[in-house]
Nanobody, 124 residues
Framework: QAQLVESGGGLVQAGGSLRLSCAAS????????IGWFRQAPGKEREFVAA????????SYLDSVKGRFTISRDNAKNTVYLQMNSLKPEDTALYYC?????????????????WGQGTQVTVSS
């Protein structure tokens, strides 16, 4: 079964950039939709971005459109989330997850396997 590992988080000043990676071992990600979600302290987990298995369809949370870009490299079995123009409100633990139908779904209940998360902290 696929194991997901997120990386690339860290501390950055407002306006800065980070690139998160979601790597899989044990199984190819190529047939799965991949979503990025985040959870800030005291808040519920929320959808951030998703990409279909083919990479042809993407979806974004309105507040990150134009700042974040999701992409995938199936040859490397990795999905990326490029985050630019970061804001303090983007501070959260970021998770990636797999959607078995290969869709770019915004619904967390459609995702069956989750990584452990990577922390993103944006200072003002």
């Amino acid at each position: 079964q696929a194991q997901l590992v997120e990386s690339g988080g860290g501390l950055v000043q407002a306006g800065g950039s980070l690139r998160l990676s979601c790597a899989a071992s044990g199984r190819t990600l190529a047939t799965y939709g991949i979503g990025w979600f985040r959870q800030a302290p005291g808040k519920e987990r929320e959808f951030v971005a998703a990409i279909s298995g083919s990479g042809g369809s993407t979806s974004y949370l309105d507040s990150v459109k134009g700042r974040f870009t999701i992409s995938r490299d199936n040859a490397k079995n990795t999905v990326y989330l490029q985050m630019n123009s970061l804001k303090p409100e983007d501070t959260a633990l970021y998770y990636c997850a797999t959607e078995y139908l290969g869709l770019a779904s915004r619904t967390s209940s459609r995702y069956t396997r989750w990584g452990q998360g990577t922390q993103v902290t944006v200072s003002s």
